[in-house]
């Protein structure tokens, strides 16, 4: 089964510019995301974007190993199914270039178990927002992309697999207890969460990926995220 992980990424962010590219504990967002993916099995990496993103995300992406391609601007559908064919994946695991705090062994364990019950669509229910990926398999993805009509459900790559349990296999599985904190948000879509995580990496980033037990618990002692007594 040849896997690909796929990093959804572009840089025309209304609410926070650019915000991929922002600075963050020695590298930048997007880079956090990479480093943590690098640890999770696959057979190709890449960050998906838009022609307009492409020239700035490039050189990040060469220097951690992974490749970049520019899709359809706004049909990530399309995107992540060209990139499956281009590529010749059969297993997509899906992480997003705002989330910093990707877990690499929720990404593992979630492969394990989407493997195991043989799975079309898999994720983990109710770890911190912005630690977990999605794993989909890639003749799923060409089913969406050949029948989905709604724009939502081009603009978000896996709606219209949740909305059809009837054609598609989705198991959607609780996180680890350590890990259970569906309140907790650490994807960085706005400057507060931006000034959030920055707050998150001073207190726990020791140069490896920060695991989501630590985000949850950093969460819980911060009161909801606020500050923490370090």
């Known amino acids: 089964m040849r896997t690909g992980i796929f990093v959804q990424v572009r840089l025309a962010s209304t609410r926070l510019a650019r915000k991929a590219l922002l600075p963050l504990a020695g590298s930048t967002v997007i880079g956090h995301v990479m480093r ?3 640890l999770v099995p696959a057979d190709v990496r890449a960050l998906l974007t838009d022609p307009a993103s492409l020239d700035a995300l490039a050189p990040e992406a060469a220097s951690c190993g992974f490749l970049a391609i520019a899709g359809h601007p706004d049909d990530v559908l399309a ?3 060209a990139a499956a064919r281009q590529l010749g994946v059969e297993r997509v ?7 910093p705090l990707t877990c ?15 799975a ?32 939502d459900e081009r603009e978000h790559l896996t709606t ?10 989705v198991v959607e599985e609780p996180a680890p207890p350590a890990s259970r904190l569906g309140e907790a948000r650490v994807t960085v ?9 920055c707050r998150l990496f001073a207190d726990l980033y020791r140069g490896e990926p ?4 630590a985000v949850a618990a950093w969460w819980r002692a911060a009161g909801s995220g606020g500050t923490t007594g370090g």
């Open 210 to 213: 920060i695991e989501s037990d």
């Open 189 to 197: 879509d706005t400057p507060e969460d931006y000034t959030r995580v």
């Open 104 to 118: 690499p062994r929720l990404a593992r364990d979630i492969l394990g178990i989407h493997a195991a019950k043989r």
């Open 160 to 169: 219209f697999l949740y909305r059809h349990p009837d054609r598609f296999a």
């Open 79 to 81: 995107r992540f199914a």
């Open 93 to 99: 695991v899906r992480a997003t270039g705002d989330n």
């Open 120 to 151: 079309d669509l898999s994720h983990f229910l109710e770890c911190p927002w912005g630690t977990g990926v999605e794993v989909v398999e890639a003749g799923a993805l060409f089913a969406a992309e050949r029948d989905a009509a709604r724009s």
């Open 36 to 38: 943590a993916l690098a």
